[in-house]
Structures are given as C-alpha cells and as structure tokens.
C-alpha cells in the first residue's frame, strides 16, 4: 500500500511519455510523408507560428474551389487539388457501413503520389458535372463487395446513388487518416450535393521542385490576397505552408502537449510521497522503543536519521522499478492496439524517460521521508524505551 502511490505515478509518467513520443513521431513520419515538393492552403489565419484554427475542427469557409484552380496556373506548379471531407453511411444491397468520403479534384492521384488499383479514376468534366460517381478505398471494396467486381455497380452514400468506377491501391495511413477506408467523390458533388456548401477544407499543391517551394509559397499569398481582397498580410484569411514548417509547428505542440501530460501524471507521485510520509510517522511510532534502545546503546543522531531516509527511498526505488515494468507493459499494449488499426505506431521507451522516473521516485522517497526520520532521530532515549 505504501508503495501503490509510487507505481502508479510512475507508471503513469513512464507510459504518458512513451505514448507522447510514439504520437510525435508518428505525427511527424506523417507530415514527412507528404514531401517536400508540397504546398498545403488552410482557411484561416496562423497566429504566431501557430496552426489556424482550421486544424483544431473548426470550419473556416474563406477557401473556394476557385482558387484552387487559380493556384494551378501558376508557374511551377504542376498541379493542385481541392479538399473537403465528411462522414456518411455507405450501403450496397444488404451491406451498410459508416465510412468517411472526401471530395477532391482530378489530378488527386497526381498530388497525393498514388494510384488506381482497379477501373479508373474521376475526370474533370465530372467534377464539373457534378458527377455522381465514387473511387472507393480497398477497405471499402472489400467491406461492401468482397471478392465481387465493384465496377458498374451503384452504391448509396447517405441515401444518394453513386456509379463506382475505380478502386484505390492499398495506401495505408497518409496525411493521418487510412486512405483505405476513404471513398472519393467528385468535390464539387461532395460539395453541393452530399454536404450543401460552397467552401472547400484544404489546397494542396504538387510544385515543380522543392527548391521552388518558397517562391511558390509567396507566390500563392499574393493570389490569395488579390482574389480575397486582402491588402494588409495580418488581415489573411488563410495560411500557406510547406512540410518543413508543418514540421516545426507541430513538432512544437506535440513536445509541449507530451510535456504537459508527464507533468499532470507526476502529480501522482507527489500524492505517493504524501502516502508515504504518513506511513512512515506510523512506523516511527510503532519503532518508538527501538529507537530508544538503539539511542541508548550510542547511536547517533545522524545515524537515525540516514537509516529512516535509506528505508524510505529503497521503499520508492523498488515501487519506481515495478511502476517503470507496468509503464512499459501499459506504452507496449498501446502500440499495439494502435497498429491493429493500420497505424505505424513505433513503440518508444526513451532512457529519458526511465531515469526521470526513477529520480523522481527516489527524491520524493527522500524528501517526504525527511521529516518523520527527523522526528525520530530527535527521539529522547529514556521516553522512547518507557513508550508503550
């Protein structure tokens, strides 16, 4: 029992920390990922190097198709494709799933470096069209038809009738979402038809060499500017940004959010060293007489005073080792679980991590075992050995 507080805190610091830097790396491998020849368009405006507020849900609508396709004329940039995303129920005869569809442009596969596994893919004068026509993930397909040919056959999204006409490759996690279980629609069709709106959620654009890709940046926030109407740059309404910056920014919320979690998990140890600071008034009182005999016999101050501080922080040492075994078993579980999912979730124990906890536990050990070895080691010897 004396122990418990620290396993817990321990472990709570060991598993938050190992969590925190498998979602950071994760993250980040993600954002890698994407390339360096790309160029992402967010409604919004970033404050202070921060993200908008696009990223954190929050539904911006100053980004139009439009402009999506006045970025792809620009020089050095080779293409340029319009996001937005919803959720809905896919059915197909007795089949019925929830799965996410996302409405894009026709150079999708051109952008995100990707193909078609099967049939074709949307054409432009289908998204001018307004198309009802769907490209469905490999989960999908597998889902709704099995082993069965999809080609041809209608499947229904939120009670609209779609034709599909192709099927992705398997791709696995991208841009933090399995590709495979996306079914993609022409974005003007997702637009009007599916979710009754005129804005889009993101651009993002292929550019002709990374080197150009600052230039390119500059040369997207002076379109935007001109077409919003935008004449001070603190006034923008959107946020361009490469990889690379992506990178620094989120690399600097997931460190400050990781170290945030360890620091309320640490809490916990502070609420153990209180717990054992209690337990160790009761055992000065219940050692009362064999302190005195001890004092009696020569013993020193000094040395009651070493022996109660040796015994609480070998009481925290031992219950840190068993909270590092229990944190590293709790951050295994979760890699696990997570890659069931599809996720490449890397599980990640840094040194770090275990010699703060240790430290942790064994300062706290010394520091709430202060003042009941203090009080025992001030003990007068003649009233220790008459304590009943």
Known sequence: MTMLGIIIGVAAVI??????????????????AMGSDL?????????????????FGIEITTLTYED????????????????????????????IHDFDYTGISSNYLEVEDTSI???????????????KVAVLGSRVKEELFGEDNPI???IKINQVSFRVIGVMKERGTAAFQNQDEQVFVPVKTAQKILLGIDHIALIRAKVSGAENT???ISQVENLLRFRHHIKDPLKDDFTVMNAAQALDILGAITQ???????????????VGGIGIMNIMFVVVNERTREIGLRKALGAKRKSILFQFLIESATMTLLGGVIGIVLGILIAYTVTVGVNYFGYDWKFIVTPLSVFVSSFMAVSIGLIFGLWPANRASKLNPIQALRYE
């Open 15 to 32: 598993s938050i920390m190992a969590v925190g830097a498998s979602a950071q790396d994760l993250l980040l491998a993600q954002v890698r």
């Open 39 to 55: 160029i992402g368009v967010l409604p919004g405006m970033s404050e202070e190097g921060g993200p908008p507020a696009a990223v």
């Open 68 to 95: 999506a396709l006045a970025i792809e004329e620009l020089p050095r940039v080779t293409a340029a494709c319009s996001y937005v995303k919803g959720r809905g129920t896919m059915s197909f005869l007795n089949e």
């Open 117 to 131: 596994a099967q049939g074709r893919f949307i054409k432009q004068d289908e998204v001018n069209g307004l198309a």
């Open 152 to 154: 041809d056959q209608r």
């Open 214 to 216: 600052d230039l390119v």
């Open 256 to 270: 400050a959010l990781k170290m945030f979690l360890a620091m309320v998990a640490a809490i916990s140890l502070i």
